[in-house]
């Protein structure tokens, strides 16, 4: 009749089968779940130094010192591994027209930590342009 | 066949790849697998993609954190950080390079699954692991009477 490689064979398909389909029920439902995270970020004060940087020589640095006030804890579902959470400084210039650095980020694991309220946050990473000034 | 299916469909030469190192712990660690796709909408800082030093064979993952679009041609330079260094990808880059480009990029991550890439691990750490087991396929296929 049916040895055993052919039973082990059945049995391996219909768990891949039923796995994948409830993966597919879980992507199709994580997207509709609701979350109403809310965030305040405050620009406290900036400073301007310029520095020798890498090949581009004398760049401007900006120091900038921020107010965060986030409350991420609605975000947390069933299905929440992390958060990443980054402060980003968006811009345009005359020769680039988009401009992202990332100020400042965090990885948050648990909803006890998802409400972030920081004053006098300093930017972690160099916040200088491509170009020797802002 | 249906690896090359999933190729084309990705747009991505290889679209399952498995996680080495843990520099992007606690997101991925060391036998995840992860299902990447190169979608047409541009890269964007906070994107996990998987790039290629030119010159080197290893794929990396890691996220973007640095973007700088120059109007007039086009070009994005962009700089990468696993989420578990403390430094960015310069000391990874080749000699003298300070960014990497769209062409560099490889794909987004899309999704991703955890641990089933360890086998990859295990087969690459213990080379008499994978003799074995091609030995062993080897003498039951001979075996076999079907």
Not at chain 2, 43 to 59: E, L, S, T
Not at chain 2, 60 to 67: D, F, G, Q, Y
Not at chain 2, 137 to 143: H, Q, R, S, V, W
């Given at each position: 009749m049916?040895?055993?490689?052919q039973?082990?064979n059945?049995?391996?398909?219909?768990?891949?089968?039923?796995?994948f389909?409830?993966?597919?029920?879980?992507?199709?439902?994580?997207?509709f779940?609701?979350?109403?995270?809310?965030a305040q970020?405050?620009?406290k004060?900036?400073?301007?130094?310029?520095?020798?940087?890498?090949?581009q020589?004398?760049?401007?640095?900006?120091?900038?010192?921020?107010?965060?006030?986030?409350?991420?804890?609605?975000?947390?579902?069933?299905?929440?591994?992390?958060?990443f959470?980054?402060?980003?400084?968006?811009?345009?210039?005359k020769s680039?027209d988009?401009?992202?650095?990332?100020?400042?980020?965090?990885?948050?694991?648990?909803?006890?930590?998802?409400?972030?309220?920081?004053?006098d946050?300093?930017?972690e990473?160099?916040?200088?342009d491509?170009t020797?000034s802002? | 066949?249906?690896?090359?299916?999933l190729a084309?469909?990705?747009?991505?030469?290889?679209?399952?790849?498995v996680?080495?190192?843990?520099s992007?712990e606690?997101?991925?660690y060391?036998?995840?697998?992860?299902f990447?796709?190169?979608?047409d909408?541009?890269?964007?800082?906070?994107?996990?993609?998987v790039?290629?030093?030119p010159?080197?064979d290893?794929?990396?993952?890691h996220?973007?954190?640095?973007?700088?679009?120059e109007?007039k041609?086009g070009?994005?330079?962009i700089?990468?950080?696993g989420?578990?260094?403390?430094?960015?990808?310069?000391?990874?880059y080749?000699p003298?390079q300070?960014?990497?480009?769209q062409?560099?990029?490889v794909?987004k991550v899309?999704?991703?699954?955890?641990?089933?890439?360890?086998?990859t691990?295990?087969?690459?750490?213990?080379p008499?692991l994978?003799y074995?087991?091609i030995g062993?396929?080897g003498?039951?296929?001979?075996?076999n009477?079907?």
């Amino acid at each position: 009749m049916y040895n055993l490689l052919q039973r082990a064979n059945a049995i391996f398909a219909f768990a891949m089968t039923v796995t994948f389909g409830v993966l597919g029920a879980i992507a199709i439902v994580t997207p509709f779940l609701p979350s109403f995270p809310s965030a305040q970020v405050n620009v406290k004060d900036i400073q301007v130094i310029s520095y020798d940087y890498m090949s581009q020589g004398e760049s401007e640095f900006a120091f900038v010192k921020i107010n965060l006030d986030a409350d991420l804890t609605s975000l947390f579902n069933w299905n929440t591994k992390q958060l990443f959470v980054s402060i980003v400084a968006e811009y345009e210039t005359k020769s680039h027209d988009l401009n992202q650095v990332v100020l400042w980020d965090s990885i948050i694991q648990s909803k006890d930590e998802a409400h972030i309220k920081v004053s006098d946050l300093h930017n972690e990473y160099n916040f200088v342009d491509i170009t020797t000034s802002f | 066949m249906v690896w090359k299916g999933l190729a084309l469909y990705t747009n991505s030469e290889s679209p399952i790849v498995v996680v080495l190192s843990g520099s992007m712990e606690p997101a991925f660690y060391r036998g995840d697998l992860l299902f990447l796709a190169m979608p047409d909408e541009p890269v964007r800082v906070g994107d996990i993609c998987v790039f290629k030093i030119p010159g080197r064979d290893v794929p990396i993952v890691h996220r973007v954190i640095k973007l700088h679009d120059e109007r007039k041609t086009g070009t994005q330079y962009i700089l990468t950080k696993g989420d578990n260094n403390q430094v960015d990808d310069r000391g990874l880059y080749n000699p003298g390079q300070q960014w990497i480009h769209q062409e560099d990029i490889v794909g987004k991550v899309k999704g991703f699954l955890p641990y089933v890439g360890m086998i990859t691990i295990i087969m690459n750490d213990y080379p008499q692991l994978k003799y074995a087991l091609i030995g062993f396929l080897g003498l039951y296929m001979l075996i076999n009477r079907e």
